[in-house]
């Protein structure tokens, strides 16, 4: 497989009860296969696309002491700013070539969950709100998609929905800085597998993105202007007895001739609540596909990649 498949989900929002069932089975063998699909017809118009674009762009431009001031600590990262470096892959000790900022459930969860409240920049009311606008939509987005995989693997088709409504996503707006010299075993973002159930991504547009295949192969993961890139996370590979496969994959540095040019990623971690049990689904276990997890909740789960990213200590 030399590029990621493409599906539709207005096929999945029609009343052609065909177009629904050919996306459902699309997206499961996407899933099963590689990971990764590019995702068209979701709940993102260009406009706000855009106008996010325009407001991370400005908010990685403020001045470090500006942007220091929204990192705040005792959070792991979780809300606000995190700065160049401090967080790596698993297994790795060296930064990841990044610096990022964290958006959250604006409203209290109906379920009692406490979350972090949400940092908001003095400086850039805009970015705050174009940022909350975006969480919804994309969380609105990942809900259909994560509707279809339940129907894939045989479950009610709004299984995950008590999981996922206020559950503890974010929203990660990614400042790639130019490089200046030669990185020493640093990449923008080394080789992993992300800890949530989905992930969806805008900016994935230029190379950069590549997402490792079952022979070891990195391919480019490049979407067309309308496209989200949605992976599958380790929450929901586990839970489902890696049926679903959490495929690593990473950002490599570019070519020196562009090593001057910024590069901005917008991912949505679509977790779930911290209770959700991630215990494998019964039915994805048989002779040949033993249980291959031990049972743990989402929120252990999170904490316990936290540590393993240096962003818990």
Known sequence: MKQIPSV??????SDDSN???????NIGKAYEDIGFVA???????????????????????????????YEIQGLAGQRG????GKEHAKGRTTGDLKEFFHFGQNEPPANGEVYPQNVL??????????????????????CFVLRALALHLGLDEYYFDPFIKGGNSILRAIHYPPISEEPKKAERAAAHGDINLITLLMGAQGRGLQVQNHKGEWIDAIAEEDELVINVGDMLSRHTNNKL?????RVVNPPKSAWHSSRYSIPFFMHPVSEMK???????????HPKGFQDITAGEFLEERLRELGLRK
């Open 8 to 13: 539709n989900l207005s096929n999945f929002l």
């Open 19 to 25: 177009k629904r069932q050919n996306f459902i089975e």
């Open 39 to 69: 995702l068209k017809g979701h709940f993102l118009d260009q406009d706000l696309v855009d106008e996010l674009y325009k407001e991370v762009r400005e908010f990685f431009s403020l001045p470090y002491e500006t942007k220091s001031k």
């Open 81 to 84: 700013y995190t700065a160049f």
């Open 121 to 142: 920049v003095d400086e850039k009311p805009a970015f705050n709100a174009i940022g909350q606008k975006t969480f919804i939509a994309l969380e609105k987005t990942g």
């Open 245 to 249: 496969k959490s495929t690593i994959h």
């Open 278 to 288: 991630l215990d494998v689904i019964p039915h994805c276990i048989d002779d040949e």
